[in-house]
C-alpha cells in the first residue's frame, strides 16, 4: 500500500474522504465501472460511453434544465477527449504537465489515495451532479437582483458622503501639519504669513479642488497612508506594505482618493470600500512576484523595427502598442506615462517594475525631443492604410498637462489632414483608412476627477469641432470605474462636463474578487448609467500569478454575465435611440439615466465580458477542457471571430488558460469577505463562454468610399 500511496498521492483526509464518498453513494454507476481488475483506461472509456449514451438521450430536450446539464456532460467529455496534452504551465517557465482530469478521482475511488485536493473534489461532486441532472438550472427572481445591488452602496449616498467629508478634514489636517512645518512647503500651497486658522481651513478646502494639491501631497510610504487612515491598518497589512516598499514597488495613492477609504465599519455596509480598498493595497501574491513580472500580452513585447508577436512593426518600444488592425495604442513622452495612483492589478505593472511608467511628477517634459517622436508616430498612422482608431493611454492620458494634450491633437489634426488629402488622389478600393474615432484612457474620472477642468474642456470642444471636419466621428473617454463607491459628486461632476462636451463616457472593469460579489457589478452598471458613463468591458484579470489574490474565476464571470447582467440586456428600439443620440453629440448625463428610467431597466448592459489572452486579442469564447489536481480550471480559447485580426494571426489557433485559483478557492475569499456562500452555487455549473456581440454603440462608423484590402507596417517573415 506504501508504494501505491507513494505512486499514486497520499491517504485522503477525512474532510475529503467524506466528499469522495458523496460522490460514490449519488452517482452509483461510478462504483458499478470502478471495479478491481478494471484499469483506468477502461474506466475512461466506461466514463465516456456512460455519458455519451445520457446525452443522447437528453439531446432533444429544450427546456433549461437539459442545456444546463449537457453543459456538464459535454464538460466531461471535453475532459476525457483532451486527455495526455500536454499543457504549458504559466506559472512555471518552460514546464509543461499532463492534462488527465479523472486520474485523481479514479484513485480515490480504488484505493482511497490521491494527489487530488479539496477543491478539486468539491469540483468534481458538483459536475456529476450537474451531469446527471441532480444540479437544477440557477432561477434568479429580479427580487434577487434588487437584493443584492441594496447591499452596495455608492460614493452618492448621503450616509457614505458624510463620512468621506469627515475622511477629507482629517486628511487636510495632517497636511496642515505638514505645511505649517515646512516639510511640504512649496508655493503655492503654501501658508502666507500672519493668516488665521479660519483662513487656513479656507485655504486648504479651496486647494482640494485643485488636481494638483492632491498630487503635491500624494502618500508614497506605508506609514504615512496609515497616518492618513487614521492607524486603521492593522498590523498583518503593514507587514505586507512595508515588505512591498522594500521590494521597490511604487507607493502612489493620491489624497482625494484615499478619502474614500473608510476607516471604521461604522456605516450599515460591511465592505463597502473593499473592491476599491483591494485594488490599491498590496497583496503578498504581487509582492512575491515583483520584479519577475512580464507583460501578459505577447505584442506588448516590442522592439522597433520588428514585428510584434501580432506581426506589427512599430517605430518605437515603448510609445506604440499594437493588436489590431484598425486600432493603435501610443504611450506620449510626457506625465502620460504616470498615474493618479497605482492599481493592484494594472496590465502594465512590468512598466512600473522596469521603471517605464513611474511617478516622477517633478521631472521636466521635453516638448521638443517628444515633438519629434510625436512627429514620427503621425507619419506611421498617416501611412497606414487599415488604421482608424487612436488610443492616447499611458499610464494615463489626462496625467498629461493641457498642452501636452493640446500639442497631441494638433497632431492628429494635421495628420488626419494630410491622410484625407491623399486619399482623393487614390482609386475607390486603393484608399487608405481614414481616423474614425479617438479615444483617451483615462482612469481620473474615478482617481482624480478634480483634473477634469474648464480648460480642458476648452481643449476637448475644441479639438472635436475641428476634428468633425476632418471626418471623426467618434470621441471617447475611456475610463474605468472598479467600484460604485468610486462614483461621488465629484467624479459625477466631471462626467457631466465631458458628456456636455460631446465626447462618450466609456467604462472598462476589471472583474476582481471584491468587485464580483453579487449585486456589485449590477450596482456599478445602474449607478454608471444614473452619472452618464457607458459599459464598455468587463475584463477578467489577466496576469500570472502577480494577480492570483484577485482573480475571480471565468465560472463567476459567466454566472455573472447569465444571471446579474442579463437584467440590463437592451432592446433594439433604446440601441438605436442611444447610437442615434450618440451620433448627435447628445448622449450626455441627462439623456442616458433618462433613457434608462424610461425603459423600466435597472441598469444599461452594454459591455462585454472579455479575456484578453495572452496570444493576440480579445475573446470570451471557451470550454474548460480540464482540471489540476489542486483544482484550477484549464480553459481553451478560441478568438473573436466577429472582428478582424492582423493578418499573420492563424484565427483556427487555440489559447490555453490555467486559471490562478480553484473555484472552491475563490469561493472561500467572497465568504470571508461575509458573502453567502450558498448563493454562489451554480458558479460551478459554468464550464464555457461566447464571446458578446459588440454593442452598435461602439461599432467604427463607415466610409463614403471603400477602402484598401492591403495591408502595411505587418512583419513579411511573420506571415510565414
Excluded at 114 to 120: H, M
Excluded at 147 to 165: C, F, N, Q, S, Y
Excluded at 297 to 315: F, R, S, Y
Excluded at 598 to 612: G, Y
Aim: net charge neutral; charged share 30%; hydrophobic share 35%.
Amino acid at each position: 500500500m506504501r508504494d501505491m500511496e507513494k505512486k499514486l498521492g497520499y491517504r485522503l483526509p477525512a474532510r475529503i474522504q467524506r466528499t469522495v464518498k458523496l460522490i460514490r453513494d449519488k452517482h452509483p454507476f461510478l462504483s458499478t465501472i470502478t471495479t478491481a481488475d478494471a484499469g483506468y483506461d477502461s474506466w475512461c472509456e466506461a466514463l465516456e460511453h456512460h455519458f455519451t449514451s445520457l446525452k443522447r438521450e437528453i439531446s432533444n430536450s429544450e427546456s433549461a434544465s437539459g442545456e444546463w446539464q449537457m453543459m456538464g456532460i459535454d464538460r466531461i467529455l471535453d475532459y476525457l477527449s483532451c486527455r495526455d496534452r500536454e499543457i504549458e504551465d504559466p506559472y512555471h517557465k518552460d514546464k509543461t504537465f499532463t492534462n488527465d482530469s479523472f486520474f485523481p478521482l479514479w484513485t480515490a475511488l480504488m484505493k482511497g489515495v490521491s494527489e487530488g485536493g479539496e477543491y478539486y473534489f468539491k469540483d468534481m461532486c458538483a459536475l456529476f451532479d450537474q451531469a446527471t441532472g441532480m444540479a437544477l438550472a440557477p432561477r434568479v427572481a429580479f427580487e434577487d437582483l434588487q437584493l443584492w445591488m441594496d447591499a452596495h452602496p455608492t460614493g452618492l449616498d448621503p450616509e457614505i458622503v458624510a463620512i468621506r467629508k469627515k475622511n477629507k478634514e482629517r486628511i487636510l489636517g495632517h497636511i496642515k501639519k505638514l505645511i505649517e512645518s515646512g516639510t511640504h512647503a512649496r508655493p503655492p500651497f503654501v501658508f502666507p504669513d500672519g493668516v488665521s486658522e479660519a483662513e487656513k481651513e479656507a485655504l486648504l478646502n479651496e486647494w482640494w479642488d485643485d488636481r494638483k494639491f492632491h498630487l503635491r501631497f500624494a502618500v508614497r510610504d506605508p506609514e504615512t497612508l496609515n497616518t492618513y487612515l487614521d492607524h486603521s491598518l492593522n498590523e498583518s497589512t503593514m507587514r505586507v506594505l512595508r515588505k512591498a516598499r522594500q521590494e521597490g514597488i511604487p507607493f502612489f495613492i493620491n489624497t482625494y482618493y484615499l478619502s474614500l477609504l473608510s476607516t471604521t465599519e461604522t456605516t450599515r455596509w460591511i465592505g463597502a470600500d473593499l473592491a476599491i480598498r483591494e485594488y490599491v493595497i498590496y497583496n503578498r501574491d504581487i509582492i512575491e512576484e515583483y520584479g519577475n513580472i512580464e507583460a501578459w500580452e505577447k505584442e506588448d513585447k516590442v522592439v522597433p523595427g520588428k514585428p510584434n508577436a501580432a506581426g506589427w512593426i512599430l517605430p518605437f518600444h515603448n510609445n506604440l502598442h499594437r493588436r489590431y488592425p484598425e486600432v493603435a495604442i501610443m504611450i506620449p513622452d510626457t506625465l502620460g506615462r504616470t498615474c493618479g495612483g497605482l492599481c493592484v492589478s494594472c496590465q502594465r505593472m512590468y512598466e512600473f517594475q522596469s521603471g517605464g511608467l513611474n511617478f516622477n511628477l517633478d521631472r521636466s517634459v521635453d516638448y521638443d525631443e517628444w515633438g519629434k517622436k510625436l512627429d514620427v508616430i503621425m507619419q506611421y498612422f498617416e501611412e497606414d492604410k487599415q488604421l482608424r482608431d487612436i488610443l492616447i493611454t499611458g499610464g494615463d492620458a489626462l496625467m498629461s498637462r493641457d498642452r501636452a494634450i493640446d500639442q497631441m491633437f494638433k497632431a492628429i489634426l494635421e495628420m488626419t489632414a494630410r491622410k484625407r488629402k491623399a486619399n482623393e488622389g487614390r482609386p475607390d478600393g486603393e484608399k487608405f483608412a481614414e481616423i474614425r474615432r479617438i479615444r483617451l484612457g483615462t482612469r481620473l474620472p474615478a482617481y482624480l476627477p478634480q483634473r477634469v477642468t474648464e480648460k480642458l474642456i476648452g481643449i476637448l470642444t475644441q479639438f472635436k469641432s475641428e476634428a468633425i471636419k476632418l471626418g471623426i466621428k467618434q470621441f471617447v473617454i475611456q475610463t474605468h470605474f472598479e467600484s460604485a463607491m468610486e462614483v461621488t459628486p465629484e467624479a459625477a461632476k466631471a462626467v457631466k462636463m465631458l458628456t456636455d462636451a460631446g465626447w462618450i463616457v466609456t467604462n472598462q472593469h476589471v472583474f476582481t474578487v471584491a468587485s464580483s460579489r453579487r449585486g456589485h457589478m449590477a450596482k456599478l452598471r445602474a449607478t454608471l448609467s444614473q452619472i452618464g458613463v457607458m459599459p464598455y468591458y468587463t475584463f477578467s484579470v489577466k496576469g500570472f500569478m502577480e494577480n492570483r489574490h484577485n482573480f475571480a474565476t471565468h465560472a463567476r464571470l459567466m454566472q455573472e454575465k447569465h444571471e446579474e447582467k442579463a437584467f440590463g440586456r437592451i432592446n433594439k428600439s433604446l440601441t438605436k435611440t442611444i447610437v442615434g443620440k450618440a451620433s448627435e453629440g447628445k448622449l450626455t448625463t441627462k439623456e442616458i439615466a433618462r433613457l434608462v428610467a424610461q425603459q423600466k431597466i435597472p441598469f444599461i448592459a452594454s459591455d462585454r465580458s472579455m479575456m484578453n489572452l495572452p496570444g493576440i486579442g480579445k475573446s470570451m469564447t471557451f470550454r474548460t477542457i480540464g482540471i489540476t489536481p489542486d483544482g484550477r480550471r484549464i480553459l481553451e480559447f478560441e478568438y473573436d471571430h466577429s472582428r478582424r485580426h492582423s493578418p499573420i494571426v492563424n484565427q483556427d489557433d487555440k489559447v490555453i488558460i490555467v486559471e490562478s485559483k480553484p473555484v472552491g478557492a475563490y469561493l472561500n475569499q467572497v465568504e470571508n469577505m461575509g458573502e453567502e456562500v450558498g448563493q454562489y452555487q451554480s458558479i460551478y455549473g459554468y464550464s464555457r463562454g461566447e464571446s458578446e456581440k459588440l454593442f452598435p454603440l461602439f461599432e467604427y462608423p463607415g466610409y463614403p468610399f471603400t477602402i484598401t484590402d492591403a495591408f502595411n507596417h505587418i512583419g513579411e517573415t511573420e506571415k510565414n
